[in-house]
């Protein structure tokens, strides 16, 4: 078991950045590929990045790539989601996510899950 737990969101106005954060506790989480996905009210659950168990790989959504970076830093445990130059279709709940295996952007590949973070950017 891999518990995950986000924090970092709030309201920001366009053009803003905010850092997410995704804690693990639990199993050792260097041996976890590590995914970030959003979900907007009324859409479905979106791939944003992810990351490989190293952080030798990485992956990101067409929509984000040149903003948004992901990172991590298996001594703290921790998964970073920098997002800058935030639009006001970045506004959803945050989720980050992990899996053992090869790094993959479909959201049903992921096993443990983390509450979520709401992130609001404001026009």
């Known amino acids: 078991q891999v518990q995950l737990v986000e924090s970092g969101g709030g309201l920001v106005q366009a053009g803003g950045s905010l850092r997410l954060s995704c804690a693990a506790s639990?199993?050792?989480?260097?041996?976890?590929?590590v995914g970030w996905f959003r979900q907007a009210p009324g859409k479905e659950r979106e791939f944003v990045a992810a990351i490989s168990w190293g952080g030798g790989s990485t992956y990101y959504a067409d929509s984000v790539k040149g903003r948004f970076t992901i990172s991590r830093d298996n001594a703290k445990n921790t998964v970073y989601l920098q997002m800058n130059s935030l639009k006001p279709e970045d506004t959803a709940v945050y989720y980050c996510a992990a899996r053992r295996g090869p790094l993959v952007r479909s959201f049903r590949e992921y096993d443990y899950w983390g509450q979520g973070t709401q992130v609001t950017v404001s026009s």
């Open positions: 639990g199993r050792t989480f260097s041996n976890y590929c």
